[in-house]
């Protein structure tokens, strides 16, 4: 099977798109449809179903895509390690709260990992399952996780913690101190399935009998990097984890305030594959200390 079909398969699943991925790929969409209807043919399955609107997944398809990131992942990996035999390519893959704070650690250290152990380290962000589904399929060397990980493959070792926080801009006028009862005076930015930060709300709200629905949500996102932008923007207040606003805390563009009988924290950890621990071991000695110093800051 040519790996360029799962490739136009994988980037039109996520567009939703043939003409998008055509223009990106510099490739007519007739010609990129021809690769799409091979693809189906090797397959014996329909994978696309076209309409005006665009393209939606079949069944066969939505199985397919499941499986598509991990062999493309897997095939780009071998290609970089058979390109660049001379350094010892290392690929970490990071929760996605991590995106601001993970270069802090990587701009000075990956020199000084290159030097001293001819590594060079690649960093993507995902979810907690991607990531041990790569470390378990040796897609990815090392992962950052929000969650224990008890596996006999694999060891975990807790590199810091984390904790929810109620933030809004620096601009907004609101106190430095809320109860649950005062956040319901407020446009509320809320996290859908990002680290279970909804339903714990929802437990703590429960718990003094109040209903998370009752909120003045104005959205509901998925994404950190969105949540913080419209928190940034001054159009509400929300719960996020500490370290994806860590920077803008600091700067003071953002200011936490203090939640009052509200209290959630997270451990962080480092998971790898025992094999990579035993070839490896000063090098991961090495940047978990280096993970530990950030996380204490």
Same mark, same amino acid.
């Given at each position: 099977?040519?790996?360029?079909?799962?490739?136009?398969?994988?980037?039109?699943?996520?567009?939703?798109?043939?003409?998008?991925?055509?223009?990106?790929?510099?490739?007519?969409?007739?010609?990129?449809?021809?690769?799409?209807?091979?693809?189906?043919?090797?397959?014996?399955?329909?994978?696309?179903?076209?309409?005006?609107?665009?393209?939606?997944?079949?069944?066969?398809?939505?199985?397919?895509?499941?499986?598509?990131?991990?062999?493309?992942?897997?095939?780009?990996?071998?290609?970089?390690?058979?390109?660049?035999?001379?350094?010892?390519?290392?690929?970490?893959?990071?929760?996605? #709260? /991590?995106?601001?704070?993970?270069?802090?650690? =990587? *701009?000075?250290? @990956? +020199?000084?990992?290159?030097? &001293?152990? !001819?590594?060079?380290?690649?960093?993507?962000?995902?979810?907690?399952?991607?990531?041990?589904?790569?470390?378990?399929?040796?897609?990815?060397?090392?992962?950052?996780?929000?969650?224990?990980?008890?596996?006999?493959?694999?060891?975990?070792?807790?590199?810091?913690?984390?904790?929810?926080?109620?933030?809004?801009?620096?601009?907004?006028?609101?106190?430095?101190?809320? #109860? /649950?009862?005062?956040?319901?005076?407020?446009? =509320? *930015?809320?996290? @859908? +399935?990002?680290?279970?930060? &909804?339903? !714990?709300?929802?437990?703590?709200?429960?718990?003094?009998?109040?209903?998370?629905?009752?909120?003045?949500?104005?959205?509901?996102?998925?994404?950190?990097?969105?949540?913080?932008?419209?928190?940034?923007?001054?159009?509400?207040?929300?719960?996020?984890?500490?370290?994806?606003?860590?920077?803008?805390?600091?700067?003071?563009?953002?200011?936490?305030?203090?939640?009052?009988?509200?209290?959630?924290?997270?451990?962080?950890?480092?998971?790898?594959?025992?094999?990579?621990?035993?070839?490896?071991?000063?090098?991961?000695?090495?940047?978990?200390?280096?993970?530990?110093?950030?996380?204490?800051?």
């Amino acid at each position: 099977m040519n790996i360029e079909y799962l490739k136009y398969f994988y980037n039109i699943a996520r567009f939703r798109s043939i003409s998008k991925v055509a223009t990106d790929c510099h490739i007519s969409q007739s010609a990129l449809s021809q690769q799409i209807q091979k693809l189906e043919q090797r397959l014996g399955v329909k994978l696309l179903e076209r309409s005006n609107k665009g393209v939606s997944l079949t069944p066969q398809g939505e199985l397919i895509l499941r499986h598509c990131e991990i062999i493309i992942n897997a095939y780009d990996k071998m290609i970089e390690d058979i390109n660049s035999s001379t350094i010892n390519n290392v690929s970490l893959s990071s929760y996605y #709260t /991590l995106t601001s704070f993970i270069p802090e650690i =990587f *701009i000075n250290y @990956n +020199k000084e990992s290159r030097d &001293k152990y !001819n590594n060079k380290i690649k960093v993507n962000f995902d979810n907690n399952n991607t990531i041990l589904s790569k470390i378990l399929n040796d897609i990815c060397d090392i992962g950052i996780l929000y969650s224990f990980v008890d596996d006999k493959h694999v060891a975990c070792t807790k590199i810091g913690e984390d904790r929810l926080v109620l933030a809004a801009s620096s601009k907004l006028n609101v106190k430095d101190s809320l #109860t /649950l009862d005062d956040i319901f005076k407020y446009p =509320f *930015i809320l996290l @859908n +399935k990002r680290l279970n930060i &909804k339903n !714990n709300l929802r437990e703590a709200l429960l718990h003094e009998g109040k209903n998370i629905g009752d909120l003045n949500t104005i959205l509901n996102l998925d994404s950190f990097e969105s949540a913080k932008s419209a928190i940034l923007n001054g159009y509400g207040i929300g719960l996020v984890p500490y370290l994806s606003i860590k920077n803008e805390l600091q700067r003071g563009s953002i200011k936490e305030i203090e939640l009052e009988g509200f209290e959630y924290n997270f451990d962080v950890y480092m998971v790898y594959k025992k094999e990579f621990l035993s070839k490896n071991r000063e090098f991961l000695d090495e940047l978990q200390s280096h993970f530990k110093l950030i996380f204490n800051k």
